[in-house]
């Protein structure tokens, strides 16, 4: 779990793979263009949102447009360097 500045986990810090490593980049430059508040608000909201929807917990979050953009990402170690600005809202419609 990403909380700017922190990574927060269970497992020492060597034992993050490069994919973990990577996902908690992209929410680390989230949370910047939203200035952290924004992020958390957002978060949490479209959380929310997905929920009621869902009606699932692990699909509100699988589908949150934060998280899809950092799975659909985590792999690419380049992907930070091309990422546009807030390029989460691309994938805020995508089912
Ligand atoms: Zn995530």
């Known amino acids: 779990m990403a909380l700017f500045p922190f990574v927060i986990t269970k497992l020492p810090r060597t034992a993050l793979s490069q994919k973990y490593r990577t996902h908690e980049k992209i929410h680390f430059r989230q949370q910047l263009e939203l200035l952290l508040i924004g992020f958390y608000l957002i978060y949490i909201l ?19 447009s934060f998280e899809r953009e ?9 992907y930070l360097k091309n990422r546009k600005c807030y390029a989460q809202w691309r994938y805020a419609g995508r089912d």
Do not use: I, P, V
């Open 46 to 64: 479209e959380f929310l949102m997905r929920y009621l929807t869902l009606k699932d917990w692990d699909a509100a979050y699988q589908n949150m």
């Open 70 to 78: 950092a799975f659909a990402n985590e792999t690419n170690l380049k």
